[in-house]
């Protein structure tokens, strides 16, 4: 029946389901895997959730992108690592990415609002067990932080490697969500005495504070002047 | 047992349970209410975590803080807020707020990591039908994404707070989880000819761009100025 009622979607863009089409506000949502990818290289901290004693848990953390591939990663001994381990066929996972443009102030206090990206995917997140796969995914999740940096630290050692769990989590159940613009206003709030408008909101990188025992002749890179 | 086993916790600080101890580095998560409200009080946008149908959802949301309880409004309509009134007793959620306050270059790219302050509160979420309770928790709500706001907009009317919905989540069963400071690094790593240190991260607010047709006399209020 997914056949005939749903059209195979181009593509370029991610199947709509029950779970990616919001019930409110299906207008903001989008499908579009370009804007899903920029969305999700421009940020390096996703929210992760899971479920623990049916209960949900969401926790902060990084995360990389490898195509359609997204990956997190954590000490092996960490709880959702863990989970992942144990569950077959793996651990059932919302991860969701934000990033705050704007406040949106309107005259009327119902109508105030943020502008926003998000992506939120869900999925079933497996572990890692290819060595070349854990190293490509865990040089992504450095790249995510800071673009170019993996090739320019002292890779991670079999050590390290056995000590770090990541997970993968398939790009295929994806929706973007997203407010861009001004204050929508009620017609009769229009003349009110309130300021409306919107507040540009964004991210910004201070001076890089180096430690104090750099090897002698090692200079900030360049690749961190262009944060 | 819970009494023998765990003593009684200053009143200035949650208690420890199951679900606010990680596995792992236990030793940068806090209980203190202080440092909570404090960075919970900085936020605006938390990632509100529920289950349905069994697997995790996490979305985005704004939320406000009175006393001892968070507040997450929403459309009538919208998925946990219907959740929410359907069930009894309310809906299961985690709810997280982060701030990235570094980035965190080591040599090794191991030892990478992100400077952050976050909040994770487990809970149970009850809708809120009391109309001076919802009232204060949107006005709670708008002074969270803009200190002062509230008193300087046209307050909901009936009809605008009757198609709002409002959770209600105790702080109860929280913890915060911090990591501050400067590089950790293997000692054999030290003379390795790459940068390391801690990039600073911060949220700036850009010059408010106001709509066009603001009120003769209407400007830019000073609390914007002091975001």
């Known amino acids: 029946m997914q056949g005939t009622s749903q059209p195979t979607p181009p593509a370029d863009t991610y199947p709509r389901t029950d779970r990616t089409v919001p019930t409110r506000s299906a207008q903001k949502a989008a499908y579009d ?18 479920v623990r004693d049916g209960a949900p848990v969401v926790l902060p953390t990084l995360y990389g992108r490898v195509g359609e591939r997204l990956y997190v990663h954590g000490s092996t001994g960490s709880r959702p690592l863990r989970m992942a381990g144990q569950a077959d066929p793996g651990l059932a996972v ?39 796969e854990k ?5 992504a999740l450095v790249d995510h ?8 630290s002292r890779p991670g050692n079999t ?6 769990a ?30 409306a408008g919107v507040v540009p909101v ?12 750099l090897a002698a002749g090692v200079e900030v890179p360049g690749y961190l002047s262009e944060l």
Chains 1, 2 share one sequence.
């Open 33 to 50: 895997k370009e804007l899903v990818h920029a969305i999700l290289d421009e940020g390096y901290v996703c929210h992760l959730g899971f």
């Open 94 to 132: 919302c991860l969701t990415v934000t990033h705050v443009d704007g406040l949106v102030l309107a005259r009327s206090a119902f109508h105030h609002s943020v502008n926003y990206r998000s992506v939120v995917v869900h999925g079933t997140a497996h572990q890692v067990t290819d060595p070349e």
């Open 135 to 139: 190293r490509t995914a865990l040089d």
């Open 145 to 152: 932080v800071v673009p170019g940096r993996s090739a320019d």
């Open 159 to 164: 050590k390290e490697l056995a000590a770090t």
């Open 166 to 195: 990541v997970l993968r989590l398939d790009l295929a159940e994806v929706s973007a969500k997203l407010r861009t613009g001004g204050v929508n206003e009620e017609p009769e709030d229009l003349g009110l005495p309130y300021w």
């Open 202 to 213: 964004r991210t910004v990188y201070g001076t890089p504070l180096a430690e104090p025992d």
